[in-house]
């Protein structure tokens, strides 16, 4: 991208600014690289450059993104195509996915991700309005605990239950014993719980936006001209109807694709869901590629379905409520009773969401005899730091983790500068492929790596990546990278392009322009999205669980493989460690840009993201 | 039909301390315009939104007709109080068609759908929107906007309109076309108008009366010339467009029209100064004169008339004239001084003050003595000068 966008801006003084000293007496501006490294590039056309850089940029992020998940999903309806069975072209694959265990998995599924959307608004929806209208106490806390919860992943709360509640766990080893809990979360209503308690983020975070955009003068308007308080409300909802729309259906998406819960919690209880029945078909011997794909299908067309139902509901109804203009925000004062009443559901909800898990991971982490003792004791975190394989995974992944955040930043700046500066046909394509991408549930992204790269074809190219860690970064990359471009355009689409020509006209070289004039502008944002990125690959689950090279487990991994293998208090030691050593690379970064980076480049920053 | 308006010692005091009304007492006869004209920060929202019932009183009381809405104990809701308001970003649903925005009013009056329909219609007629009424809020430019929340407001024939600062979104032109169509369309239903802003010639160009408030309190009412001519304080007199401030001193007893001899303190030409005495105004020694624009005018610099000297710093051509500043020769400058003709930048001129606008008042200016502070200027052709009272 960088090539091809130096392409059109290449000027005669970007080879003349080198080849000759200033004179003697008039130092002027050296805004250019090392001659050495000029006189390497001269004769190089950046135009020449563009061209070739540009198919390559395509061929990349086809392989990366579009081939896998193509291929794979082709492979259900032609099997022969693939070397996976006699039809070229069948529909009893997907038939196959309406029948027996898979049919009812998928039911569990949908019906479970309706209850938790639902479950998210019902909570997100009154959270976010006490925040952003009420004097709510600790309102100011709310948005960063809903990021918490939000960039935990799912498996983490879903393990911290799961140990405290389960038969033989943190609750029945200090002596509670209450059987209807253990009955209640080990089963559908704690993976509604558990999957709902993750849509909140999701349902708040769209409200707080629409509602930042609906001024009290509408409420106002309807009440003095006529409206009782009731009316108004009634007359205003429809307003906030995009953000509903917006909360239920990624509220769903989230829920349907998820594989967290699936493999933990719900795995546990008994209680089958679609992505695990997916990640099941590939894991078992032999593996069934072709029910699998047709278990992806069907998990595709539940996110796409809701998604489309949402653009469609929607169309032309995208209120502009937004102006220019600052709106004074009225917070309704909440008498004594409604203060203490609202704080404490507000608690309650982060006490379900991260309050409960934590006790239940920490505490399951301190109990002795690998969890089967009520002896409170630090034996798992030694074995953690000391002990043979344990200590490995956390360094993998946080090498895993450091490496793909920047590669996907790089891969992602590149992109999103694409997105933000030209609307052509395969820019909006571009577009398209990333917006399904963020769409796709992980599990299909992994399950359709599995299957492309190990295909003959793949091999007779000379890329045998199967079953190796590059395929697993390559995977991680290719994952994240929809997402960080999405978060990135936005504040790519805000550079006024002045900023870089002025620094060109200034007499800087087109890579010292972008460096001078636009990174400055977008260096935090590349920070959060690097953090962003870090922390999702840390402790990822399905794409590890699905790719990772034999003998090297990522952190999720082996922490699963532990838990599965009954070493449930160095498996939830492992996780404590985990999430300490995430925040502690979260606070190291944040600390080193506050103390590395220019003044005026945190004040860029600032200034872009508001 | 119209209502009066009367307001009593009202006192709006926000959680936190923040006093924003200050005992306000005014009464407004049916089917008069006033303008609450103000700083930002000096209340009139506030009093705006209370009048409504938006906010509650904290003491005082309100009466709309023979209504008492706000008092001791009292409050009716918004929905009780029977008026209409057009707010600064309009507020218009954006969810509902235009028709459906204007008629909403209705429906709660109880008119039938097919009635509201009609009725919305045919206000939107009269606003020059009916061509628009199935389109949405986000379709439809700033102006015509404007224009539908004007119409939702008169089309329930309530008593008594409320304006917040409705044109203050529009650009220049747009701003004036819509001021008239206001202006008109108000008068042509005939209700009682309370309409605030902080500009002072669209304050002047509406207002059947003024109210001008600082710091939350009403400091003057009255109608638009005798604001302008005999302003209450220098805050009114600075807030309604000011050449500029004079140091002065007192040379003679007042007049039994209401006017004194003074002179400037730098001691210019020694010819006295005819100025008004505003309130407060001391009888003797020092004392600052507010001038307005209008009462300037331009004389050679021999001429025995002219009260001050100075140069010409800037010419600024404003179509049917030109405006000027001037720099006065004893320290200070004037700002919007009207001149038929084109004078260059550097010229020399003398200046001839009118006593009907210049005002005396107790106090001295913002800076050293002999200080001209130069102010934002009203243009003369938009108000009406009287006679001091």
Not at chain 1, 139 to 149: H, K
Not at chain 1, 269 to 283: C, G, K, V, W
Not at chain 1, 342 to 370: E, K, R, T
Request: one cysteine or more; aromatic letters at 8%; hydrophobic letters at 45%.
């Amino acid at each position: 991208m960088t090539l091809a966008g130096l392409g059109s801006v290449t000027s005669p003084t970007d080879v003349a600014e080198g080849e000759t000293a200033p004179p003697s007496g008039s130092p002027g501006p050296n805004f250019g690289g090392s001659p050495s490294l000029r006189d390497r590039l001269r004769g190089v056309r950046l135009p020449q450059l563009a061209q070739v850089a540009r198919p390559v940029f395509w061929l990349v992020l086809s392989l990366l993104i579009l081939v896998p998940c193509v291929c794979f999903l082709i492979l259900a309806v032609s099997p022969r195509l693939f070397d996976q069975g006699p039809q070229w072209f069948t529909l009893s694959n997907l038939r196959g996915a309406f029948t027996g265990a898979t049919a009812v998995a998928l039911t569990n599924s949908i019906w479970v991700s309706c209850a938790a959307a639902g479950f998210g608004l019902a909570v997100g929806f009154p959270i976010a309005w006490l925040s952003s209208r009420t004097t709510l106490m600790g309102r100011r806390f709310v948005m960063g605990g809903m990021w918490l919860v939000l960039l935990l992943p799912s498996w983490l709360p879903a393990l911290g239950w799961e140990r405290l509640v389960e038969t033989d766990g943190v609750m029945n080893r200090v002596g509670i014993n209450a059987p209807f809990i253990t009955h209640a979360i080990l089963g559908p209503f704690g993976v509604v719980l558990l999957l709902g308690l993750r849509c909140v983020p999701f349902s708040y975070l769209a409200v707080t936006l629409g509602l930042g955009g609906l001024g009290q003068e509408f409420e106002d308007a309807a009440r003095v001209h006529g409206a009782s308080r009731f009316g108004a409300l009634r007359l205003v909802a429809p307003i906030l109807l995009p953000a509903i729309w917006s909360a239920l259906a990624i509220g769903f998406a989230e829920s349907v694709s998820d594989f967290g819960v699936a493999a933990t919690l719900a795995y546990n209880s008994h209680f089958s869901l679609a992505t695990y029945q997916l990640y099941e078909n590939i894991d078992n011997f032999p593996p069934n590629f072709p029910a699998a794909a047709a278990i992806a299908w069907l998990l595709v067309l539940s996110v796409a379905v809701p998604l489309a139902l949402q653009a469609r509901s929607l169309r032309g109804r995208a209120y502009a409520v937004l102006s220019g203009r600052t709106r004074q925000i009225v917070r309704r004062q909440l008498s004594r009773p409604g203060q203490w009443a609202a704080s404490g559901g507000v608690g309650l909800f982060f006490l379900f969401a991260l309050g409960i898990p934590a006790v239940g991971a920490v505490s399951g982490s301190l109990l002795a005899d690998y969890g089967a003792s009520g002896r409170i004791t630090l034996v798992n975190y030694r074995a953690v730091l000391h002990g043979a394989g344990q200590w490995g995974p956390i360094q993998r992944s946080l090498v895993y983790g450091v490496l793909t955040a920047t590669v996907t930043v790089i891969g992602g700046v590149m992109v999103a500068q694409l997105l933000a500066k030209r609307r052509t046909r395969s820019t909006r394509f571009l577009d398209f492929l990333l917006l399904a991408s963020v769409a796709l549930p992980s599990v299909v992204f992994a399950a359709g790596y599995i299957f492309a790269y190990n295909l003959p074809i793949f091999s007779r190219l000379g890329i045998d990546i199967y079953q190796t860690v590059t395929l697993l970064i390559i995977g991680y990359v290719a994952a994240s990278l929809p997402t960080n471009a999405r978060v990135l355009v936005g504040t790519m689409a805000q550079l006024d392009p002045s900023l870089q020509d002025a620094a060109r006209a200034h007499g800087a070289g087109p890579m010292r322009a972008w460096v001078k004039g636009v990174l400055p502008v977008i260096s935090r944002p590349i920070v959060m999205a690097w953090l962003l990125t870090f922390g999702a690959i840390f402790l990822e689950l399905p794409m590890s669980q699905l790719l990772y090279a034999p003998g090297s487990p990522p952190l999720s991994v082996a922490i699963q493989d532990n838990l599965g293998n009954y070493h449930f208090g160095v498996g939830m030691a492992q996780a404590v460690v985990a999430v300490v050593i995430a925040f502690a690379v979260i606070g190291i970064v944040l600390g080193a840009y506050r103390v590395l980076a220019p003044a005026g480049w945190r004040r860029m920053g600032v200034a872009a993201r508001g | 039909m119209a209502d009066r308006l009367a307001i009593a010692e009202l006192h709006k005091v926000y959680p936190g301390g923040v006093h924003a009304v200050r005992d306000v007492t005014l009464a407004v006869e049916p089917g008069t315009f006033l303008v609450l004209l103000g700083p930002s920060g000096s209340g009139k929202t506030t009093l705006l939104r209370t009048i409504a019932g938006i906010e509650r009183a904290t003491t005082g009381s309100i009466t709309i007709g023979d209504r008492l809405v706000a008092g001791e104990r009292i409050h009716r809701p918004p929905e009780q109080r029977d008026l209409s308001m057009v707010f600064q970003d309009y507020a218009l649903w954006p969810h509902l068609s235009v028709n459906d925005n204007v008629a909403f009013a209705l429906r709660r009056r109880g008119h039938s759908r097919a009635s509201c329909r009609q009725l919305a219609l045919t206000m939107l007629e009269r606003v020059g929107l009916d061509r628009l009424a199935e389109r949405y809020p986000g379709q439809l430019s700033g102006g015509e906007q404007q224009r539908v929340a004007l119409a939702r407001a008169l089309v329930g024939d309530t008593g008594l309109l409320l304006c917040d600062e409705p044109l203050s979104n529009l650009d220049a032109d747009l701003r004036e076309r819509m001021r008239v169509e206001i202006a008109s369309l108000v008068r042509e239903v005939g209700a009682t108008t309370i309409y605030i802003t902080h500009d002072q010639q669209e304050a002047f160009a509406l207002a059947d009366q003024v109210g001008v408030m600082s710091k939350g309190e009403l400091v003057q009412l009255g109608s638009p010339e005798t604001v302008y001519a005999t302003p209450s304080t220098r805050f009114v007199a600075r807030f309604t467009g000011l050449a500029g401030e004079l140091r002065v001193r007192v040379c003679s007893s007042p007049s039994p029209r209401g006017t004194v001899n003074v002179e400037p303190v730098f001691a210019e030409n020694g010819i006295p100064i005819h100025a008004c005495i505003g309130r407060d105004a001391p009888s003797t020694g020092e004392a600052t004169m507010t001038i307005r624009p209008g009462a300037v005018a331009l004389c050679g610099t021999e001429d025995p008339a002219a009260h001050l000297n100075g140069t010409v710093t800037d010419v600024a051509f404003r179509g049917r004239a030109y405006e000027l500043a001037v720099d006065l020769r004893g320290g200070g400058r004037l700002n919007g001084i009207h001149s038929e003709r084109r004078v260059d930048r550097g010229s020399s001129v003398g200046l001839q003050l009118e006593a009907t606008g210049c005002v005396v008042f107790d106090g001295v200016g913002d800076g050293d003595a002999g200080e001209v502070v130069g102010l934002p200027s009203v243009d003369m052709d938009d108000v009406v000068v009287g006679m001091p009272a």
